[in-house]
């Protein structure tokens, strides 16, 4: 069973960053974050393959940056220029590289962006 342990979130005002750390319990090709607002859809934000293959939600392009560090099966998102939309839980995402693997998810780590 693969665990996923986030780390970073908290209270910032508009223009502020956060920086979001994820530990998995082992290596996964494909890993990434996304976010959940109340009333919303859960979303994608970022995502990152083994071979740092990454794709972002075109709303946090320019101000968010996903990185891996492959060796400790971690994962990072930088976030720049926070917004009050931005606010949500965030949630670490990962599975194997095979066809029809099922998703793991960590805990979340809350995320508000507020003056």
């Known amino acids: 069973q693969v665990q996923l342990t986030e780390s970073g979130g908290g209270l910032v005002q508009p223009g502020g960053s956060l920086r979001l750390f994820c530990q998995a319990s082992g290596p996964l090709h494909h890993m990434g974050w996304y976010r959940q607002a109340p009333g919303k859809r859960r979303e994608l934000v970022a995502t990152?393959?083994?071979?740092?293959?990454?794709e972002y939600n075109d709303s946090v392009k320019g101000r968010f940056t996903i990185s891996r560090d492959n060796p400790n099966d971690s994962i990072s998102l930088q976030m720049n220029d926070l917004k009050p939309e931005d606010t949500a839980v965030y949630y670490c995402q990962a599975r194997s590289g095979v066809a029809g693997a099922p998703d793991y998810w960590g805990q979340g780590t809350q995320v508000t962006v507020s003056s």
């Open positions: 990152i393959t083994y071979t740092k293959i990454i």
